[in-house]
């Protein structure tokens, strides 16, 4: 397998300013991550458009954006063992044995052990991501403009049945995507569509402004809705090492699970809070036989770490190679990459090795400098907790003003992404997830141009699109795994009526008397 856009990656990766970028990153994203329900959706939102502003070539903006992701899976955690209030949905799993230890006295240990952890899931992603991309970036060159409108399908009912417990408004919300990609003029018939006489909407919503209105407004306004929720913070954090028995004792869950996250973080529109979940009770299954796990295990702490870091590496994947998100926060960098002119696909690889060598070398060095910076650091970053509301909250609607001004120079942008930001608030507060959202809308554009070409090739014929070998499979894989869920939901629901209904029977034994 050839890997010299690995090494050319490592060139670029280590070169003074891009290691100070992913170091910065580094950092950042453990002080995001360890905000509770910031996240790196948030932090990525904010910094993107103060990166591309500074005029960071594309490379180094993806160095950065790539380190905050992996420093926010490092610093998720940190919330979760200390506060019992994860950091971001990955970190919800890690909060179920993290928080015991902690309340057990064992803070600093089960901080220690999920670094190592996420460290392992980490560095095995990174290496899942430089062996498989190149292999899928080959079997996708074979791809026309209909097998991309169908992989774009498979995408959408992958999501809409794996992400969240409520999939008909993750349908809907990508719905909302696919409609708001829709706004602005239609280079094909000079139509403008849904601009309702505005000229500053012409071009389109642009992304900067809709995700800097739906995740970090939205989650500001959350904040201040919340404000008079209080948190304990344990303080008192332990022995910061953790004993050589326990890393062995987990080392098999870390193995496990880090094969577990980087495979779930390969699927389209799955992310962090499925991979986690799956691990922790895949490992509950496979070894809690003492009933530990919830109480304080270690390998529950784990599992969940290792996953989540893993499944961040392997959600690049799709994003490279198809120009599919893995992932809510890959669909924000696909985004951004898309503020480059830069089209991801399989030609990615080829045509720009320095973006996609560049960022997965980023992804082994910065898991290396996070865990350099998690083990002796981590009583700073516990620190970021007690930030009170009445700063953090001016301090991200500043940022988010800053940054779309300097990305677009216009107060029409500001008030459309204030506008984006309360309608945010108020899908939240109604249940939407705004990941979906974001994953139509960027999938929107490529979706809509594929089946405009595809019609163009076949004159208007539908047929073209059941038409290869590839569109067929990706149909049925579509159906499965929109279907699937469904049938498994209902046969388990038969299953404990058929339970219930029997119980009587049992429990009419004393009336056989």
Not at 256 to 276: E, K, N, W
Not at 318 to 343: D, F, H, K, R
Not at 427 to 443: E, N, Q, S
Request: net charge neutral.
């Amino acid at each position: 397998m050839n890997l010299d856009y690995l090494w050319h990656g490592f060139t670029v990766a280590l070169t003074g300013q891009n290691l100070l970028v992913g170091l910065i990153g580094c950092f950042i994203g453990t002080l995001v991550g360890a905000l509770p329900a910031i996240g790196p959706i948030n932090g990525i939102a904010l910094l993107l458009p103060i990166a591309y502003t500074m005029g960071l070539p594309a490379e180094s903006t993806m160095i950065l954006l790539s380190a905050i992701y992996c420093g926010a899976e490092y610093g998720g955690r940190i919330s979760s063992i200390l506060l019992n209030v994860p950091g971001d949905a990955g970190a919800v799993m890690t909060a179920l044995d993290g928080y015991p230890m902690a309340r057990q006295g064992r803070a600093g240990e089960a901080l220690t052990l999920s670094g190592i952890s996420s460290f392992v899931g980490g560095i095995f992603g990174s290496i899942g991501l430089a062996r498989f991309a190149p292999v899928l970036a080959r079997l996708a060159i074979g791809f026309g403009p209909a097998e991309y409108f169908v992989l774009m399908v498979f995408a959408f009912a992958t999501l809409g049945s794996m992400v969240g417990s409520q999939p008909v408004k993750t349908l809907i919300g990508c719905t909302l995507g696919l409609m708001l990609a829709t706004v602005g003029l239609d280079a094909t018939s000079g139509a403008y569509r849904f601009t309702f006489n505005q000229p500053e909407l012409g071009d389109g919503i642009e992304f900067v402004v809709l995700v800097i209105g739906l995740f970090s407004i939205s989650e500001a306004l959350v904040i201040l809705e919340h404000q008079g929720r209080g948190f304990t913070v344990i303080r008192e954090l332990g022995r910061m090492t953790v004993r050589a028995a326990d890393v062995a004792r987990c080392t098999g869950t870390m193995l496990r699970s880090s094969v577990i996250g980087f495979v779930v973080g390969v699927l389209p529109g799955t992310g962090a809070s499925v991979s986690s979940a799956i691990a922790y009770t895949t490992e509950k299954r496979l070894s809690d036989t003492e009933d530990t796990f919830g109480k304080g295990d270690v390998r529950g702490l784990a599992a969940p770490e290792a996953a989540n870091n893993a499944t961040a590496c392997g959600a690049f994947v799709p994003m490279l190679t198809l120009g599919i998100p893995g992932s809510g926060t890959t669909a924000v960098m696909l985004g951004a990459l898309m503020l480059y002119n830069i089209q991801p696909g399989p030609m990615l690889l080829t045509e720009r090795p320095e973006i996609v060598g560049g960022l997965v070398a980023s992804l082994f060095i910065g898991n290396f400098l996070l865990l350099l910076l998690n083990l002796p650091l981590v009583n700073i970053f516990a620190r970021v907790l007690t930030v009170p509301n009445w700063l953090l909250v001016p301090g991200i609607l500043v940022l988010s003003i800053v940054g779309v001004y300097s990305t677009h120079a216009s107060v029409f942008a500001i008030f459309l992404m204030l506008g984006i930001g309360m309608v945010g608030w108020l899908l939240r507060k109604a249940g939407f997830d705004m990941a979906p959202i974001i994953l139509g809308f960027v999938l929107g554009h490529v979706m809509e141009i594929n089946l405009r070409n595809a019609l163009a090739i076949s004159g208007g014929e539908l047929s073209i699109l059941f038409s290869s070998t590839i569109c067929i499979v990706l149909w049925v894989m579509a159906a499965a795994v929109a279907v699937l869920p469904t049938m498994l939901s209902w046969r388990s629901r038969r299953l404990k009526m058929a339970r219930a209904t029997r119980m009587p029977a049992i429990d009419g034994a004393p009336r056989l008397d």
